[in-house]
């Protein structure tokens, strides 16, 4: 066989490969979940505090969260009334906190084992960017298996921009929505292929599934209602 002939082979393998329906659907996803990480992370360098050097949220309700996940870093778990809200009494129900709070310090210690820089402020202010694109995996997976790969890639794409869910998604947004939607998107997904499922088993396991995400998410946002009217 000549050079030539290995080349045009050569051409046709790759030709195959990028046209394959299963290799293309899949690289368009990860192009749109990082445009929308790179969108999303525009504001980081309007996000840094120039009295202490360090990243702060730019959601109000976020510096809460903040407040908690240190908490959480330092003791380990967080208390059982927050006295630093409606004093005298305190705040009794902190606990609707704890996993959105538990969650954001694990991210930080996972991704401490890669850059000992990474700190607890940024990961609190990036989260959000990080579990919508994570969340656009579910969305995805969900609308193809209700349609097809083009109108899930369509649906995707349209999710990455769309204005609403930009901005409580962007960083520095760090409140419950952009988890809470990660959870809402993968307990819908596999709703749905348990009742789609023929295999009773199989379709126990996926709803199994579906329930627990359900129930974290009950555990983070009371949007949890619009999954249950859905």
Do not use: C
């Not at 000549?2 to 082979?9: F, I, M, N, V």
Request: proline letters at 3%; charged letters at 15%; a neutral charge.
């Amino acid at each position: 066989m000549s050079d030539e002939d290995t080349l045009e082979g050569r051409k046709e393998k790759l030709k195959r490969l990028l046209l394959d329906k299963n290799y293309l659907q899949y690289t368009i996803l990860i192009i749109l979940m990082a445009w929308g990480y790179i969108i999303r992370i525009k504001p980081l360098p309007n996000l840094i505090d120039v009295t202490t050097g360090k990243y702060i949220p730019s959601d109000p309700d976020a510096m809460l969260f903040l407040r908690y996940a240190k908490e959480v870093l330092t003791q380990g778990s967080l208390s059982a009334v927050d006295t630093m809200r409606y004093y005298p009494t305190g705040y009794p129900q902190i606990g609707e906190f704890d996993l959105l709070s538990h969650v954001i310090v694990w991210l930080y210690k996972f991704l401490h084992i890669f850059n000992s820089n990474v700190t607890l402020e940024y990961v609190h202010v990036i989260h959000p960017t990080v579990f919508f694109s994570l969340s656009l995996i579910f969305f995805f997976l969900l609308v193809r298996k209700l349609f097809d790969f083009r109108v899930g890639l369509l649906a995707t794409a349209f999710l990455v921009v769309l204005p609403s869910y930009l901005f409580r998604t962007l960083a520095g947004v760090s409140d419950k929505e952009s988890f809470a939607m990660f959870l809402m998107f993968g307990a819908m997904f596999y709703f749905v292929k348990a009742w789609q499922e023929e295999k009773i088993i199989n379709g126990v396991f996926f709803g199994i599934i579906s329930g627990v995400l359900s129930g974290m998410m009950g555990l983070v946002w009371g949007g949890v209602n619009f999954l249950f009217l859905v």
